[in-house]
């Protein structure tokens, strides 16, 4: 292994400069270490085909890795350097401008470099699969055939359509020809004319399913203003404050074409289970000229490294992925938009943990670029950003088209006769909304058929055995699973501590309200939405379906119901437990449940109709409830961030945690009590700078892991982050290997 440069002075390498080639490499390699490699480039090849962004196998102790060129220099203070064994790509992979921000990156979340390289590549590029296997044949018209007037082969009707099309949008791609029903046939038919050729280019995205293309509504003044207050060029970030239903997906649509039309690559992130097949339809629909590239987990490898690379080559003209596309090269990049910026999935939680939306900023600042974050229910983050000024603070007060915003009651549910959690007037609700003809939407925050089980004899309860959890019980599959660790254990029918049989599920996830549900309201269609009944997106699309075809059924699921889904039949909504957020350790807690409640909320009356929404609630009378509920999530977030105020929490302040987690306990705790006291050598406490813990995380055990963090606020982002890497960089040597830890710099779980 090769040791970090700072550590071997100048003078080991003294007098042997001349004995060397004068091109040494610095290598990202993907290893836990916080420093760039020094290698020799690999026997033969050449200095001047090296270039920044260029991918190399590379010996590692006894591996092979991919690491990424960052830079050629012409001195390491290293005596021995190993040459890497081979140059993957001729062209770089990543253009100037991100690894610039990869590097920005990994300074500001006190990640490896060669870890946040490897976390923007696509697996197949990551495992060294070369760029060259997408490279992709394209038609192009010659010089005669760019001189042809559109019309000029109006009697064969395919290749009138092919050359309309060449002579219109430019080279095509081989993909794009199949997937539009140009086939071979058709472009040779063209080729023998000498009307256009085969060139060999860069690989072009997989083409999208075909759609009809679908006009553009005309904005209402509200619109317009927002579009307007959105400068075309230049860096300026802004905060889209609106409502449910208010039109912000077309605000993003807009700022798309106008990018588009300048010539720009346009870049949306959308939250994991928003990016379904309707998003990209959509999409797709407005714009059926332009490549569109999406980004997910969904996709195969080798498709999603031909997304990745037609946006990294410049081809792709839309990008549209969820947090991970943020480090994808963009060489044309015009516009970034991100849809739900309040959403958690855009940080990672695990790994490199960066959020993706603050990136955003980072990354439109770098390229001088606008960047809107969307939301009905914005973060605290982004709400202080825009109020205090950093940010520009728009607004979409209206629904558009029709459609009103719903009413909305609470029902209490304390000393209520409930029927499976259901107050009688809520059933009585759902029955006369599918009797109309209309669709109800019920929301349950949990999945499975119950949260615990129990035995009723001797007090037994369901526990994982590797985490501080219970077990839910899933009666489809027949089995009791943790959520945390994916534990399972057959499902069982009497207790295995006293083998009574009077085994009790306590409360009810979807499983067990579908059952109830459908044994109620049994003449309509009842689909249950959540993690298990949608494997894949196709799966969630298909199980929507008569949803939107507009029959009368009744939807029932969690979250996943909250986000994206336009379903204009909706016009009840039911909020089974509202009261999930109140009494939380997790200072975020009420947050979260003030956006999911407005999101679920907001899925009543976006047609024509008007929609009501029934939340229950055992405490109706609770400050941030009525709060919420009267005068809506604007409100209610101003409040918190009050709150937050006086507990000197984020986004007042910043934020970082130093995670540790071992199967020792006592391991993680010491390893952060020292972490304090080398943190306080450096930076005593004081109003400035306030140090909590160490504490066990609200999950203490996971996996078989016990897990601690030391929680540090500061006033200024800047003096955390300096503690925070020279933290780091001593972490790293004092380590015990049995002992996982982490910076978390703006952390967002207590998890
Ligand atoms: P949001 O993203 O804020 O939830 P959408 O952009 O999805 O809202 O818009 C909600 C509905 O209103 C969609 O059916 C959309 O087509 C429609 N819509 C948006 N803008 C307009 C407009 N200016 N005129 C008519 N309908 C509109
Ligand atoms: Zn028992
Ligand atoms: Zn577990």
């Given amino acids: 292994m090769q040791v970090q440069p700072e550590q071997h002075p100048e003078h080991h390498r003294s007098g042997m400069a001349s004995e060397r080639p004068r091109a040494i490499l610095r290598l990202a390699v993907p290893v836990p270490l916080r420093r760039l490699f020094d290698y020799l480039p690999p026997a033969g090849m050449r200095e001047q085909d090296l270039r920044p962004g260029q991918r190399f196998h590379v010996p590692f102790g006894k591996r092979d890795l991919v690491a990424v060129l960052v830079d050629v220099v012409a001195e390491s203070p290293l005596a021995e350097l190993k040459p890497a064994s081979q140059c993957i790509d001729h062209q770089p992979i990543f253009d100037a401008r991100s690894r610039h921000f990869l590097q920005w990156a990994a300074d500001y979340y006190q990640a490896p470099i060669g870890e946040l390289y490897a976390a923007?590549?696509?697996?197949?590029?990551?495992?060294?699969?070369?760029?060259?296997?997408?490279?992709?044949?394209?038609?192009?018209?010659?010089?005669?055939?760019?001189?042809?007037?559109?019309?000029a082969l109006a009697r064969a009707k395919k290749q009138q359509e092919l050359l309309q099309l060449l002579l219109s949008s430019g080279r095509q791609s081989r993909t794009a020809l199949n997937a539009r029903g140009l086939n071979s046939s058709v472009c040779k038919a063209l080729i023998e004319r000498g009307l256009a050729h085969w060139v060999s280019g860069p690989t072009a995205p997989p083409p999208m399913e075909a759609v009809e293309p679908r006009p553009a509504p005309t904005l209402n003044d509200e619109q317009r203003q927002v579009i307007d207050a959105v400068p075309a060029t230049g860096f300026s970030a802004s905060l889209l404050e609106g409502t449910t239903g208010s039109g912000k997906t077309e605000v993003y649509l807009r700022l798309m074409a106008r990018a588009l039309r300048d010539?720009?690559?346009?870049?949306l992130l959308v939250p994991?289970?928003?990016?379904?097949?309707?998003?990209?339809r959509r999409i797709a629909a407005r714009f059926p000229d332009f490549r569109i590239a999406a980004l997910h987990s969904g996709l195969a490898d080798g498709e999603r490294a031909r997304a990745w690379l037609s946006a990294a080559s410049?081809?792709?003209?839309?990008?549209?992925?969820?947090?991970?596309?943020?480090?994808?090269?963009?060489?044309?990049?015009?516009?970034?938009?991100?849809?739900?910026e309040h959403d958690?999935?855009?940080?990672?939680?695990?790994?490199?943990?960066?959020?993706?939306?603050?990136?955003?900023?980072?990354?439109?600042?770098?390229?001088?670029?606008?960047?809107?974050?969307?939301?009905?229910?914005?973060?605290?983050?982004?709400?202080?950003?825009?109020?205090?000024?950093?940010?520009?603070?728009?607004?979409?007060?209206?629904?558009?088209?029709?459609?009103?915003?719903?009413?909305?009651?609470?029902?209490?549910?304390?000393?209520?006769?409930?029927?499976?959690?259901?107050?009688?007037?809520?059933?009585?609700?759902?029955?006369?909304?599918?009797?109309?003809?209309?669709?109800?939407?019920?929301?349950?925050?949990?999945?499975?058929?119950?949260?615990?089980?129990?035995?009723?004899?001797?007090?037994?309860l369901a526990d994982c055995p590797h985490c501080s959890a219970k077990l839910t019980l899933h009666r489809r599959q027949r089995h009791l699973r943790c959520h945390h660790c994916d534990y399972r254990m057959p499902e069982v029918h009497s207790c295995p501590q006293c083998h009574s049989r009077n085994l009790n599920a306590l409360g009810a996830g979807t499983e067990r309200s579908e059952d109830f549900l459908t044994q109620s309201f049994g003449n309509f269609p009842v689909i249950r939405v959540d993690r298990d009944t949608t494997a894949s997106k196709q799966a969630l699309d298909k199980l929507l379906e008569p949803a939107r075809n507009g029959e009368p059924c009744l939807l029932l699921g969690t979250q996943m119901l909250a986000k994206g889904h336009h379903l204009p039949k909706v016009t009840l909504v039911v909020i089974q437990d509202a009261d999930g957020g109140l009494f939380s350790a997790d200072f975020r807690a009420p947050e979260r449940m003030g956006q999911l409640l407005e999101q679920v909320a907001g899925r009543a009356g976006r047609g024509d109709l008007r929609g009501h929404v029934l939340v229950q609630s055992r405490y109706p009378e609770h400050p941030l409830?009525?709060?919420?509920?009267?005068?809506?999530?604007?409100?209610?977030?101003?409040?918190?961030?009050e709150e937050r105020k006086i507990a000197q929490?984020?986004?007042?302040?910043?934020?970082?945690?130093?995670?540790?987690?071992c199967e020792e306990p006592r391991w993680a705790e010491e390893f952060l009590v020292s972490a304090r006291e080398y943190l306080q050598a450096m930076a005593p406490p004081s109003p400035e700078l306030q140090y909590l813990g160490p504490v066990p995380a609200l999950l203490e055990r996971k996996s078989g892991r016990f897990r601690f963090y030391l929680q540090v606020t500061a006033e200024k982002r800047g003096l955390l982050q300096k503690l925070l890497a020279q933290f780091s960089h001593w972490a790293e040597g004092n380590r015990n290997r049995r002992l996982r830890w982490a910076v978390d710099m703006d952390a967002q779980e207590l998890s």
């Fill in 272 to 280: 994991e289970i928003g990016l379904t097949p309707q998003t990209l």
């Fill in 625 to 641: 409830l009525q709060l919420l509920l009267n005068k809506g999530y604007g409100a209610f977030a101003r409040q918190l961030m």
């Fill in 649 to 661: 929490l984020p986004p007042l302040r910043a934020m970082a945690l130093v995670r540790a987690e």
């Fill in 263 to 267: 010539g720009h690559q346009a870049l």
């Fill in 120 to 151: 923007a590549l696509p697996v197949a590029l990551r495992k060294g699969k070369p760029a060259d296997h997408w490279a992709e044949q394209w038609l192009e018209l010659t010089t005669e055939g760019k001189g042809l007037p559109e019309t």
């Fill in 314 to 340: 410049g081809v792709a003209d839309i990008v549209i992925g969820t947090r991970s596309a943020i480090f994808t090269p963009l060489p044309r990049l015009g516009v970034i938009l991100i849809d739900e």
């Fill in 344 to 460: 958690g999935s855009f940080k990672q939680q695990d790994g490199v943990r960066y959020s993706a939306r603050d990136l955003s900023v980072v990354l439109a600042k770098n390229a001088g670029v606008p960047v809107l974050l969307g939301s009905a229910t914005p973060s605290l983050e982004s709400l202080h950003n825009a109020l205090s000024g950093r940010y520009q603070h728009l607004r979409l007060r209206h629904r558009a088209g029709n459609a009103r915003p719903p009413e909305i009651s609470l029902v209490p549910i304390l000393h209520q006769q409930l029927q499976e959690g259901f107050a009688p007037q809520v059933l009585r609700h759902i029955g006369e909304t599918l009797n109309r003809g209309e669709q109800a939407l019920v929301f349950i925050n949990r999945r499975g058929y119950s949260p615990a089980l129990t035995c009723d004899d001797c007090g037994w």
